[in-house]
């Protein structure tokens, strides 16, 4: 079993930069990728980006693409989530979450941060 807790969140201006990150613990050997997903009132989550623990391979949805790296420290087992030029539709809240699976199925949740960007 693998824990998640996020932290970084919070309100700020549109425009604005915020950095999440997400530390693992328990058994973090078995990580093969984690990623940040994201929630809005009345929405579907949704994928925001992902990496792959061993290779550091990246994804991207397009709606971040440009404005928003993930990232990893191997030996902290912690993944962040830098975001910059913050737009109001980048308010939701922020999941970390890890597959240890082959696969890359998400199987381990943190609990969620929420962002909120003002416009």
């Known amino acids: 079993q693998v824990q998640l807790v996020e932290s970084g969140g919070g309100l700020v201006q549109a425009g604005a930069s915020l950095r999440l990150s997400c530390a693992a613990s328990g058994r973090t050997s078995s990580i093969y990728a984690m990623g940040w997903f994201r929630q809005a009132p009345g929405k579907e989550r949704k994928t925001v980006a992902r990496?792959?623990?061993?290779?550091?391979?990246?994804y991207y949805a397009d709606s971040v693409k440009g404005r928003f790296t993930i990232s990893r420290d191997n030996p902290k087992n912690t993944v962040h989530l830098q975001m910059n030029s913050l737009k109001p539709d980048d308010t939701a809240i922020y999941y970390c979450?890890?597959?240890?699976?082959?696969?890359?199925?998400?199987?381990?949740w943190g609990q969620g941060t929420q962002v909120t960007v003002s416009s």
């Open positions: 979450a890890a597959a240890t699976k082959v696969g890359g199925t998400m199987d381990c």
């Open positions: 990496i792959w623990w061993s290779t550091g391979t990246t």
